[in-house]
């Protein structure tokens, strides 16, 4: 295995997050069997929370209160390059980093492609301990290399990537 896919379709619903633990635990303890990597445990537990918050993200804030939506997910380990990368996608609102207090735009990186802007975030500040909201977005900057997000005409695109 040096290029492994799996292809989820979740409910929008925070009790099926147990099917993404277990998909990403699986890689990671492939990749380990493998030779690839000595504790996929830890690998995988740090994946899963930052895709984890992603995740319920989406339900939280895209589909807000209509749980008969799905979040499609996608995890895939490369062996060559050493990374396992979470796409999230949603069919919900669009996410729009200029109109939230946090976190601050200057932790974002926008780049333009023939399909839209991708943000790209980066050098999030740690929140403010009375801060009530925001401490997923930080925390998946600590234990991922690289988060990036999407909007689509049709659906929106969360990219997680982390190297081992």
Known sequence: MSD????????????????LHASITAVA???????YLTDGTALADEIYLAAHEACMNIIDHAYKAEPARFVFIT???NAANRTIEVVLEDNGRAYDPHAQEWPPM??????????????????VPEPDIFQERGRGLYLMTQLLESVSYQPRPNNNCWHL???Y
Do not use: M
């Not at 932790?107 to 943000?119: F, V």
């Open 161 to 163: 990537l982390k190297r």
């Open 4 to 19: 492994s896919i799996i292809r989820l379709i979740l409910p929008g619903d925070s009790r099926f997050s147990v099917v």
């Open 106 to 123: 200057a932790s974002w990186h926008t780049h333009q492609t023939c399909d839209g802007p991708i943000y790209v975030l980066d050098n």
């Open 75 to 77: 995890v895939q380990a």
């Open 29 to 35: 303890l492939e990749l380990a069997e493998l030779g």
